[in-house]
């Protein structure tokens, strides 16, 4: 028996023991019909809009995902917060909405927060509300049951709201409260995404009782280059170790996490933080000359870390929407996704974060093909040959063979993205482009090409990483933007790493083993089902070599819906 098959049977039963009636839900298998762009192993609801997570957390043994929903239809609504759990990341069970409009202080909509684990396990989640007046107000709701791992019914709290955008505060930009964090004082610190003057802010409030807040005079931080700053996240990551930090660690081997999102995307930056004034130190701030950290490069957005306890781990969720229009929307009936969850952590160098997919997710390789030691001429293109490649993980390490053909980098090429838009995979280079190509025909008609070029500059070598999807449907209507990023690495010391994940219209890829994560959507028209092909290529001058590619195919995670058993009238 297959472990999903033993994973959805124990948590039916676990579903029962709670009086929960539990239903197979069939979405995973449209694809073969009429719904080639739905996912197999990524994590969406059966139908509908979805957009940001909020507040993922780990609780009695149980893995939660709290994310916003409209009930109603595949556009953004009629927001509540949808609610499903799961044992192992993977495979999840759909049950009943957590927080939906009741109160006058969200009865407009209950927007993005956050989850806080309270003293005595005691789960807490604070969330943006919109009021009577349509502003939007910071609310509190706490679990009916604590003895019910599921936490399937919360109760908001009388005193809502807690926070309001009083003295300066625009009621129309003030949401996004954090998951909190308790000081060696024991009084609770959280933020509020905010902009104030036309700056970014990050509200700082205290409490010691998690429900009477105190806003501070200053706030965490500012910039004065980024306007609104949506969906903040505030997190410690460890400088001597691989394992993750709880948010509220007084740890002193750390630095600590400032995210916020913003321009379509999560930029982020570090720094040291002193809790007995509660300041915050950066090394670098956002948007500064030369500077441009990012979560993702691609599509990735309003994402949310929590502290996985059980395995020691800081774990990523993002928000990843469509590239199609509105109205394919409501045709397919359904609306965004989320990224696979990725683990994060300091790089050795202490510059960056590095990202990679949770381990749990291998559980869902099947089909297996491996190459070693191929060696890619000039203008070659590889079939991967033996897997499903609409739905895949790949991993492959490139090898070069003469660093001296790098061409010079232009002082003025600073905007990868921009660069990946100049020197798109048709563009042949020296040592590049040269990577992957996915949902490709087997005339390369339709392509998404993720792929690498090599410059040199002052004696020194620069790894670009580019996602192109100018190919990657001959349908016009689409957003087919190009991203790209410049990966912290020195290619004559490691080989270039590339691993996707290729899920049916969207491709997660990381370039060296984390530094750089590029995300995109794809809806190739030809390339789908049976029709789609995997290729390794090298369009460069330059001869480069696999010395290894490991391909799997990729079966569905499991995917459970459920009712509530109600009595029967009498």
Avoid at 190 to 219: C, E
Wanted: glycine share 6%; aromatic share 12%.
């Amino acid at each position: 028996m297959e472990i999903s098959v033993i994973w959805v049977v124990g948590f039916c039963v676990l579903l029962v023991d709670h009086g929960v009636q539990a239903s197979h839900q069939s979405s995973r298998n449209l694809q073969e019909t009429d719904q080639p762009y739905r996912t197999g192993y990524h994590f969406q609801p059966p139908k509908n809009w979805m957009n940001d997570p909020n507040g993922p957390m780990y609780y009695k043994g149980v893995y939660h995902l709290f994310y916003q929903y409209n009930p109603d239809g595949a556009v953004w609504g009629n927001i509540l917060w949808a609610h499903s759990v799961s044992y192992d990341l993977v495979n999840w069970v759909h049950i009943d909405h957590a927080i939906y409009p009741t109160q006058p202080s969200d009865i407009n909509g209950c927007w993005s927060g956050s989850t806080t684990i309270l003293p005595g396990e005691k789960p807490a989640i604070l969330y943006t509300g919109i009021d009577t007046k349509n502003h939007q107000v910071q609310n509190l709701a706490v679990p009916k049951n604590l003895s019910d791992p599921l936490l399937r019914e919360w109760i908001k709290s009388p005193y809502n709201p807690l926070m309001t955008p009083i003295d300066g505060i625009d009621p129309d930009l003030y949401r996004d409260p954090t998951t909190a964090w308790q000081g060696p004082d024991k009084i609770w610190r959280v933020i509020v995404g905010s902009q104030i003057n036309g700056h970014g802010r990050a509200i700082l409030y205290r409490s010691k009782d998690f429900v009477n807040w105190t806003r501070m005079d200053s706030p965490l931080h500012s910039s004065g280059k980024t306007e609104m700053w949506e969906c903040p996240d505030f997190f410690p990551v460890s400088t001597s170790s691989t394992n993750g930090v709880d948010t509220s660690s007084q740890d002193k081997s750390t630095k600590h996490v400032l995210k916020a999102s913003f321009n379509h995307h999560d930029y982020y930056i570090l720094g040291s933080y002193m809790p007995e004034n509660d300041k915050f130190s950066v090394e670098t701030n956002f948007m500064d000359s030369g500077v441009d950290l990012r979560y993702d490069y691609g599509k990735f957005y309003a994402s949310k870390t929590f502290f996985d306890g059980a395995m020691n781990r800081r774990i990523l969720w993002g928000w990843i929407n469509e590239s199609d229009s509105e109205s394919d929307d409501i045709k397919k009936g359904w609306s965004g996704l989320q990224s696979i969850p990725r683990t994060v952590l300091l790089s050795k160098n202490g510059k960056q974060l590095v990202q990679w997919p949770v381990k749990e997710i291998e559980k869902l390789r099947s089909k297996n093909v491996s190459f070693h030691d191929k060696k890619l001429e000039s203008g070659s293109v590889l079939e991967v040959p033996g897997i499903t490649a609409s739905q895949a993980d790949v991993d492959v390490s490139f090898e070069l063979l003469d660093l001296e053909d790098a061409e010079i980098l232009d002082p003025s090429w600073t905007d990868p993205q921009l660069l990946c838009s100049q020197k798109k995979a048709s563009v042949r280079g020296k040592l590049g482009p040269f990577g992957l190509l996915a949902f490709a025909t087997k005339d390369l008609t339709e392509q998404t090409a993720i792929y690498f070029r090599i410059f040199r500059s002052n004696h020194k070598y620069i790894v670009l990483m580019c996602s192109d999807q100018s190919r990657s449907s001959v349908r016009e209507e689409l957003d087919k933007t190009t991203y790209g990023a410049f990966i912290d690495m020195d290619p004559r010391h490691e080989n270039i790493t590339l691993r996707s994940l290729i899920d049916h219209s969207i491709v997660e890829s990381f370039g060296g083993e984390g530094r750089a994560c590029i995300t995109a959507r794809a809806y190739a028209e030809l390339a789908i089902h049976k029709q789609a092909y995997l290729f390794a290529f090298n369009n460069g001058t330059s001869s480069v070599k696999i010395s290894r590619l490991h391909a799997w195919s990729m079966k569905n995670a499991q995917i459970v819906s459920t009712t509530k058993r109600r009595k029967p009238h009498l």
